[in-house]
């Protein structure tokens, strides 16, 4: 029947065997632009022949195409497989990459160099056993190479090989090699690098790739497939104590009660005693049923169901653990933060936080500092940009179970989701526990007129413009207004004219009516700084006595009087509404200045004197005294 | 000290915001991990690995999507999303029904294949054919591979999503099988009108999936990701899992168009003037729509025998497949248009 003889049969089910327990290491590639990264995949897939022939016949019709290495293959098509990629010659994303030695099953990630991608890179990285940094011989370490070195680090990534490439452009020189070893060599142990190992090679070529080269024959050691293959696994005999993130309550009937997930450390076995946290409750496993039945032992990475001896309450995100050995439950954090969305983190704003299997509300509280990934350098920041790393408070809206990151990346790190957005805007790992989870409630977070100011990121102001008509308030008010917004602050104007059409249209001009008019203008401003806005009233406001009294409304500092400062004749001339002239010909009763008093501000917090400076410059004065 | 047990509730008076500057001193350091006992479990092997990723795929759709489906498309792919779907949630059945969109084209043997599930298995096996398409007679025979793949495939499987509202779809893909795939996330988000956006995914950290969606959006998740066509193959044989015929050798009747080997696997595919069905010992790396599919020579008749060819293949398993003989961006194109 079969066209295999028995003997063949035998020794392909043995070489299965043997292919099927393969070790596996993952590994990214980072650097900078143009370091030949992808070169260097593409590279190692032709020398380990994971090419198959269509796949090498379609990569020599596209380097022809779209190729920058003349008729020769560019193997960097092989691995930038997005049409933007290809048309703009640069890495978006991490491309994933599978080969396979006698020795070894490899996945590798590409990571992309340019900074605005680092996201993506951090994606690379999240999943790696070991990062190969390449370099370009004729230029050394770049702030790219720093930058992605200072990511590898944060992730947890514990080896490292350098590969510094390009050799062949430097006429093979051992003392352009050793040089930048040695400035590696420093820049890894300030990061914390554990394992550091350096090859000179040239992908293009494959000089010390997959083969030894006589053109570097001062270099005594492996080549890189070898430090590939030789490298060890992530703490492969330390498994730590048993935690399982509960991730799925398997229940098909009155009968079984089995919780699922993936064992994140040690071994879990029949017998053993469990705590599930953040309850506390103890009890002992029952059966460890792996994916092909009960198990005796199961052990980190193992997908697998536990039953328990008593029916406790435990549910999808709680953590079962080693009663012996149980992790910290705590729900404020210091974490490192790197920042992956367009828009600024604000500490105040509450996000989702996603730790294993669990999503709980956070708040970043405060930010520490932030580092800067070319130095390292800890410098002070009120938020977090795109692509920067914070040493940040993280207040979460209940426990959890944790570990340090450093000590398991499953309990120890996280992801932050926008609650609007749903994007996934940063990545984190947490360091440690502020304070134990015990007598915190979120609810001792009111939600007062300070907490809704700092999820704006700003401090309530009223910005209270008064002067003459025609004197230029809402000229400036206005000005100040669109800069403020366009500096990302919450602001909203109140002025004079708009409110007496709705608000305070049964309002005229007497001095009673003026008073009602300016209390109510005071209330609503008031409300508004209470719901942490930065309100700009661009009113009239002859009288001294008014003006108090919406001052004493406020709390001390955030009630600014501004005096826009313009002489009657000034105002008289410019008349841009013809009010004046119509007050001078007796239409407009009790007008301010004309036959009603305007009281001048005897000490304003800024005095305005629209003779001598251009509304831009008064706006630009304004809004430095706003955000100080 | 269990600090758990004490709780003085609303009458705390601490600011969360106070302890920020000691924090030397309230910083709760964890221990120190366990070693490894002397009595060591061999460390888990490459497809242990990958099985045990695949099925934490499996339980986190499950767990946090409202309405998930697995599309299941009959291939060697599905049986082994089908065989790990099965594990993740026994000894309970999978609370995820299957999808087949069905181009009407199919081989009749996979058909007959996916009928038998529902029975044998206990599965909800759901099947959508876009009736527009039935109607308009799209067919690969009469419009070409390109449009019968749009309206048959592409935007069939659009119209089931749809009418489900189903917010997730587990699909086969692998990241080895295509330049474009190579790029996608395990967790691939899809904006409304089921789009992907290749050069602003969603960044993916660890296996910590973010499986936030608005209504309209979804997610397509590909447990399979990181598989090789040759892990396939080696979990089918290491777990005995049932594939179709159609995958080993025998003497099938075909045709060559255009260097490839077309199998007749029914009257509705018209013969060219000349053309003569020839029996040949054939099987098939791929399976798809059937005059769309090209068969390869082979004596490969056992799954031993199929690794074994495979170890000496020099073309990928996609070659066989007319609709990927586009240039080269092709795939992408049709994922950004919602094809899985």
Redesign the interface.
Known sequence: ????AED??RQ??DY?HQ??????LRFITCGSVDDGKSTLIGRLLHDCQQL????LA?LE??SRRHGTQGDNIDFAL??D????E?EQGIT???????FSTAQR?F?VADCPGHEQYT??M??GA??ADLAIVLVDARKGLLTQTRRHSYIVALLGVRQVILAVNKMDLVGYDQGVFDAIEADYRELAGKLGIEKVRCVPISARDGDWVTRASDAMGWYRGLTLLQLLEQAE?DH??????MRLPV??V???DAD?RGY???LA???AEPGMEVVAL?S?RRTRIARV?G??GDLP?A?R???V?LTLADEIDIS?GDVLA?AR?P????D?F?AHILW?TEEALLPGRQY?L????RTVGVQV??I?HKVDVNTQEHLAARRLQLNEVGYC?L?LAAPIAF??YA????LG???L?DRQT???VA?GTLS??????????W???AVDRHARARIKGQTPRCLWFTGLSGSGKSTIANLVDRRLHAQGFHTYLLDGDNIRHGLNKDLGFTPEDRVENIRRVAEVARLMTDAGLIVLVSFISPYRSERDMARALFPEGEFVEIFVDTPLEVCEQRDTKGLYARARAGQLPNFTGIDAPYEVPEAPELRLDTTAQAPEELAARVVALAVE | M???????????S????E??AD?AA??????A?????MT??P???????L??EA??VF??V??EFQRPVMLYSIGKDSSVLLHLLR???????PPIPLLHVDTTWKFREMIAFRDSLPERYGLDVRVHINQDGLRQGISPVTHGATVHTDVMKTQALKQALDAGRFDAAIGGAR??E??????E?VFSFRSEGHRWD??N????????Y?T???PG?SVRAFPL??W?E?DIW?YI??ENIEVLPLYF?AERPVVERDGALIMVDDERLPLKPGEVPQMRRVRFRTLGCYPLTGAIES????I??V??EMLQ????ER?GRVIDHDP??SM??KKQEGYF
């Not at chain 1, 292919?19 to 596996?24: A, G, I, P, T, V």
């Not at chain 2, 601490?14 to 915001?17: A, D, E, K, L, M």
């Open positions: 029947m079969s066209a295999l063949t049969r392909i089910a299965l292919h099927e327990r393969k070790s596996l198959f022939d269509d796949q379609a019709r596209d092989l691995v497989g997005l049409a933007a290809r978006i994303d991490v491309a994933y990459r599978y099953k996945i996201r993506n951090a994606t999240s999943t696994l492969a005999d330390d498994l730590g104590a991730q799925w398997n229940r098909p079984f699922s997930g993936t450390a040690g071994i953040p506390g049923i994916t092909s032992q052990q990475g193992q997908a169901t999808r080693d050995h992790p910290e439950v705590a404020q210091a992956m989702w996603k730790s294993a299997t509280s405060d520490k408070k207040t570990e340090c000590d398991d990346r499953t790190g996280f992801i989701v749903h994007a996934t990545c440690f526990a502020l304070r134990r989870a015990s007598n915190i409630h609810h001792t977070l | 269990d600090t758990r047990t004490h709780s003085d509730g609303w009458a705390s601490r600011s969360p915001y302890d920020w924090e309230v910083a709760v350091r964890p221990r991990a366990v070693r490894r006992p060591a479990l460390p888990l092997t490459h497809m242990d690995r099985e045990a099925i934490h339980r986190e499950a767990a594990k993740a949630f026994a000894p309970g059945k990241r080895d295509e330049k474009s795939r190579a790029k996330r290749p050069k995914q969603r960044p993916e950290l660890w296996n910590l973010n936030h969606v608005h959006e990701s990181n090789t040759l080696l044989y290491r050798a004596d490969a008749d056992s031993e025998a690794i074994a293949a020099r073309t990928s070659q080269s961006a992408e194109k």
